[in-house]
T-cell receptor, first 112, second 114 residues
Framework: EPEVTQTPSHQVTQMGQEVILRCVPI?????FYWYRQILGQKVEFLVS????????KSEIFDDQFSVERPDGSNFTLKIRSTKLEDSAMYFC??????????FGPGTRLTVT | AQSVTQPDIHITVSEGASLELRCNYSYGATPYLFWYVQSPGQGLQLLLKYFSGDTLVQGIKGFEAEFKRSQSSFNLRKPSVHWSDAAEYFC????????????FGAGTRLFVKA
């Protein structure tokens, strides 16, 4: 069964550094998403992406964040200058035109 | 605004006992509802989903959930809990206002005692 994959599984970075989290959505999916889960809290929507542009973004998704689909298979989340409060699990998701998103296993980002 | 409420932060049940986790949603249109389970440090595993039709849906690992439109609820049940069911459970609703996204509840942590 096709799956969403994410790399790395764990990323440790220093405050102020740039990080890129990578996702490979399911191949025939057209809609792509990033979610964030701070430790012990609920999963929160960050951004949706369709047809090579952002469809919607939350208030969390400020100018420090950007997303890109650099080729036909990858979908990336970049945090330009990480802060301590960016430490979280980041989930990528994708879907077709239906109502179910398929979530990846997550990348745990630790900012020190 | 759209939201999902899971009123129980944590629940403890004895192994072999029945389980019900509560979930209420607030969404004006047709809800697309999900239950996910998450073990510590792990990803989200889909237990079951409801889109339409029969309001009692069956999922994996012996879980089921019942959609009650009149109560805006989608409670998760299991007749006999196993120690391996100890985890965090998230109820979620997919909405399509403006864009499409999934809104999650705060989660219920399940503890299972021997």
């Amino acid at each position: 069964e096709p799956e969403v994959t994410q790399t790395p599984s764990h990323q440790v970075t220093q405050m102020g550094q740039e990080v890129i989290l990578r996702c490979v959505p399911i191949s025939n999916h057209l809609y792509f998403y990033w979610y964030r889960q701070i430790l012990g809290q609920k999963v929160e929507f960050l951004v949706s992406f369709y047809n090579n542009e952002i469809s919607e973004k939350s208030e969390i998704f400020d100018d420090q964040f950007s997303v890109e689909r650099p080729d036909g298979s990858n979908f990336t989340l970049k945090i330009r200058s990480t802060k301590l409060e960016d430490s979280a699990m980041y989930f990528c998701a994708s879907k077709t035109g239906g109502y179910e998103q398929y979530f990846g296993p997550g990348t745990r980002l630790t900012v020190t | 605004a759209q939201s999902v409420t899971q009123p129980d932060i944590h629940i403890t049940v004895s192994e072999g006992a029945s389980l019900e986790l509560r979930c209420n949603y607030s969404y004006g249109a047709t809800p697309y509802l999900f239950w996910y389970v998450q073990s510590p440090g792990q990803g989200l595993q889909l237990l079951l989903k409801y889109f339409s039709g029969d309001t009692l849906v069956q999922g994996i690992k012996g879980f089921e959930a019942e959609f009650k439109r009149s109560q805006s609820s989608f409670n998760l049940r299991k007749p006999s809990v196993h120690w391996s069911d100890a985890a965090e459970y998230f109820c979620a609703v997919a909405i399509s206002t403006g864009g499409f996204k999934t809104i999650f509840g705060a989660g219920t942590r399940l503890f299972v005692k021997a």
